[in-house]
């Protein structure tokens, strides 16, 4: 089973900062990475698939990079909507597996 | 519009057993492989079972297989998981997804779409 690791635990930024995300995984997984975004109370939504592909709906300000084993999520103006949990999720071996998230909080 | 619609969650004593399901609309079920994802309260999120789109492949997390059962009956447009001999781990919130992808059996799916989850309880 791949396990998925994101740092940090929790980022601290100011609304209209850049706020960047880590995800790595214990092999590669080519670009069969996907990010996701949960809000207090509610499911998980699809932001990015294949490493950088936004899902439909996804602002601009969302982005993914990375192969291999090293991923990224940018977010480049951080609104008020954005703070959430982010998680990660590899599929290029199955089980499909998650990373333990990314609390993005208001600094 | 897609929409996924989970129920059944209860609370259940230990070794007990529950059936979730979940009832779709507004998009090709039968094109599309399914799933369950959990969420213990204040947990990460966890894949549990998968389902091919003609229900001739599933797949389990090794802390759920033979105890739980996962089916869909495409005339319905839905897809439901059997949980028997339930434990305190299983608590959570159970999320249906439809998987996008590609193979079943060496799937390589992200998740699309979510339920907005129902919870189970495994409690004495």
């Known amino acids: 089973e791949i396990v998925m690791t994101q740092s940090p635990a929790t980022l601290s930024v100011s609304p209209g900062e850049r706020a960047t995300l880590s995800c790595r995984a214990s092999?590669?997984?080519?670009?069969?990475l996907a990010w996701y975004q949960q809000k207090p109370g509610q499911a998980p939504r699809l932001l990015i698939s294949g490493a950088s592909a936004r899902a439909t709906g996804v602002p601009a300000r969302f982005s993914g990079s990375g192969s291999g084993t090293e991923f990224t999520l940018s977010i480049s103006s951080l609104q008020s909507e954005d703070f959430a949990i982010y998680y990660c999720q590899q599929y290029d071996n199955w089980p499909a597996t998650f990373g333990q998230g990314t609390k993005v909080e208001i600094k | 519009e897609v929409q996924l619609v989970d129920s059944g969650g209860d609370l259940v004593q230990p070794g007990g057993s529950l059936r979730l399901s979940c009832a779709t609309s507004g998009f090709t079920f039968t094109s599309y492989s399914m799933n369950w994802v959990r969420q213990a309260p204040g947990k990460g999120l966890e894949w549990v079972s998968f389902?091919?789109?003609?229900?001739?492949?599933?797949h389990y997390a090794d802390s759920v297989r033979g105890r739980f059962t996962i089916s869909r009956d495409n005339a319905k447009n839905s897809v439901y998981m059997q949980m028997n001999s339930l434990r305190a781990e299983d608590t959570a919130v159970y999320y249906c997804?439809?998987?996008?992808?590609?193979?079943?059996?060496?799937?390589?799916?992200?998740?699309?779409?979510w339920g907005q989850g129902t919870l189970v309880t495994v409690s004495s």
């Open positions: 092999q590669s997984i080519s670009s069969k």
């Open positions: 997804v439809r998987g996008n992808g590609v193979g079943w059996s060496n799937p390589k799916y992200y998740f699309d779409s």
């Open positions: 389902v091919s789109p003609g229900d001739s492949t599933v």
